[in-house]
């Protein structure tokens, strides 16, 4: 009987690891030998993990908000070689902070862990198509249909006035977990000039004008696509992945 590699099932994820497991192998000639493969392109095999060469899998320095897509290899005595199923995992979406998660630090003389924020509570537009994160920009909708709470809706253009950011989802208890479209998602919007900490997607320089990019909820990137400028990046970045303070251009948000 031909070699079989066994199913991958999914354990913990966070924004930057991952850990899975995989059934041991069948038929073929054993022993077995084993080795995690991971892609960021569905139908690839993608590239050895170091290291990972048991049926248990932990995976780090992984790209927040991104989905990767793990296989194992077995190989037997023979040479013989199998692929498992590919399991498809996302690493959790990149999100404001807890101030306390931080140590505070001079900046120019000054701390610069301000969380002076104001914040309002806003359900998510029944209109709103796609779901929203903590640290998305949002804007108050042109005609809110929701009634009594204001109304929200994500801000997708260089156009868009920013009227806050997202700073807890008050329906999860959340600083992180994903939104629910419809009347019953409920968040804290951060109003009137702050600093917090968003993601990078990409190399920023400390100064530079940052954009939020819709295409990463709770990213931020450095002016020059299509986004909402949002204010300007208290650190610098050297790749994505990296968290970084962002001072909100105040006091109304205005766009750039």
Avoid at 126 to 132: E, W
Avoid at 159 to 174: A, E, L, R, T, W
Wanted: charged share 10%.
């Amino acid at each position: 009987m031909s070699l079989t590699a066994g199913a991958l099932t999914q354990g913990t994820v966070t924004q930057t690891t991952e850990t899975a497991s995989s059934a041991a192998a069948t038929m073929g000639s054993a022993p077995y030998t084993y080795q995690w493969y991971r892609s960021v392109a569905g139908g690839s095999l993608g590239n050895v993990v170091t290291g990972q060469t048991s049926l248990s899998l932990s995976d780090a320095s992984l790209i927040p908000g991104t989905t990767y897509y793990y296989h194992m290899v077995v190989t037997d005595t023979l040479a013989a070689t199998a692929t498992s199923a590919a399991l498809t995992v996302a690493t959790l979406n990149p999100s404001v902070i807890s101030p306390n998660s931080f140590t505070e630090g001079p900046f120019l003389g000054m701390l610069d862990q301000r969380f002076n924020y104001n914040t309002k509570e806003c359900a998510v537009d029944s209109t709103q198509a796609t779901s929203v994160y903590a640290g998305q920009a949002m804007k108050f909708a042109a005609s809110p249909v929701n009634g009594g709470v204001p109304s929200m809706v994500a801000c997708s253009a260089s156009n868009d006035v920013c009227m806050g950011f997202i700073v807890f989802d008050i329906k999860n208890q959340s600083y992180g977990a994903p939104g629910t479209v419809g009347v019953s998602s409920r968040y804290e919007l951060a109003q009137d000039g702050n600093v917090i900490y968003l993601y990078a997607t990409g190399a920023i320089t400390r100064g530079a004008r940052v954009c939020l990019d819709v295409s990463s909820p709770g990213g931020v990137q450095a002016t020059g696509n299509s986004a909402t400028v949002v204010g300007w990046a208290y650190d610098g970045a050297t790749a994505a992945g990296q968290l970084i303070r962002v001072q909100l251009t105040c006091p109304t948000f205005a766009t750039a």
